[in-house]
């Protein structure tokens, strides 16, 4: 069973940066298709950032150009570092793992078949 646990979250003030992490463990790494989502108080859970077990990436409009996401296959870890932090980045982080046999990028929630617990980040002005 694959188990995720998110760290790296915080409070940040506008302009900063952090780094997140999503330690994955229960089976094997290369075989997931990892994403990165974020839910805000009052709003649906949103696509962040995904990386395929070949390293191809996706982004929300939201966020590109600020955030990188990348997996890191000896350490068994997903992160997402996120720079030029803005208010509007304020939320519940969460990241997400897919089994799949092929190289695809998914966005959407309901892609995904086992989630972690989240990290919140913090974002003053």
């Known amino acids: 069973q694959v188990q995720l646990v998110e760290s790296g979250g915080g409070l940040v003030q506008a302009g900063g940066s952090l780094r997140l992490s999503c330690a994955f463990s229960?089976?094997?790494?290369?075989?997931?298709?990892m994403g990165w989502f974020r839910q805000a108080p009052g709003k649906e859970r949103e696509f962040v950032a995904c990386?395929?077990?070949?390293?191809?990436?996706a982004y929300a409009d939201s966020v590109k150009g600020r955030f990188t996401i990348s997996r890191d296959s000896a350490a068994n870890t997903a992160y997402l570092q996120m720079t030029s932090l803005k208010p509007e980045d304020a939320a519940v982080y969460y990241c997400?793992?897919?089994?799949?046999?092929?190289?695809?990028?998914?966005?959407?929630?309901?892609?995904?078949?086992?989630w972690g617990q989240g990290t919140q980040v913090t974002v003053s002005l």
């Open positions: 990386i395929s077990w070949t390293t191809r990436t």
């Open positions: 229960g089976r094997t790494f290369s075989n997931y298709a």
């Open positions: 997400a793992a897919k089994w799949t046999p092929f190289a695809v990028l998914y966005s959407r929630t309901d892609d995904y078949d086992t």
